[in-house]
């Protein structure tokens, strides 16, 4: 299993970015996949969320209604469009997978499982005012 994400870099507040998750080893129909942020001195936190079995998503507060999961089956691509990026949007974004229902089910609660089972190694997205 390997996930490599792609489409990090410098932007500034208003614009917007599209970053990618190629996935390898597993479907993307089978698995939850999830992307968190971890800004400097904070704590990593869920982003968004999507359901490999019915494509249910799900969002963070702080991002609703700027961002937008979506995937790509052909692809094996989960991608983040972000809008509207604020500073506070600034962090190492990571790709995450997990097939486990533990994972599902903190999604469909509205939360993100944080101790996903696969890890890409982030791509860092810098927004500047």
């Known amino acids: 299993v390997q996930l490599v994400e792609s489409g990090g870099g410098s932007v500034q507040a208003g614009g917007r970015q599209r970053l990618s998750c190629v996935v390898s080893?597993?479907?993307?129909?089978?698995?939850?996949i999830a992307w968190f942020r971890q800004a400097p001195g904070k704590e990593r936190e869920g982003v968004s969320a999507?359901?490999?079995?019915?494509?249910?998503?799900n969002y963070a507060d702080s991002v609703k209604g700027r961002f937008t999961i979506s995937r790509d089956y052909a692809r094996n691509t989960v991608y983040l469009q972000m809008n509207s990026l604020k500073p506070e949007d600034t962090g190492v974004y990571y790709c995450?997978?997990?097939?486990?229902?533990?994972?599902?089910?903190?999604?469909?609660?509205?939360?993100?499982?944080?101790?996903?089972?696969?890890w890409g190694k982030g791509t860092l997205v810098t927004v500047s005012s």
């Open positions: 080893g597993f479907f993307l129909e089978y698995w939850t």
């Open positions: 995450a997978a997990d097939s486990r229902p533990i994972a599902r089910d903190a999604m469909r609660k509205g939360g993100f499982h944080s101790e996903m089972a696969y």
């Open positions: 999507i359901s490999g079995s019915d494509g249910r998503t």
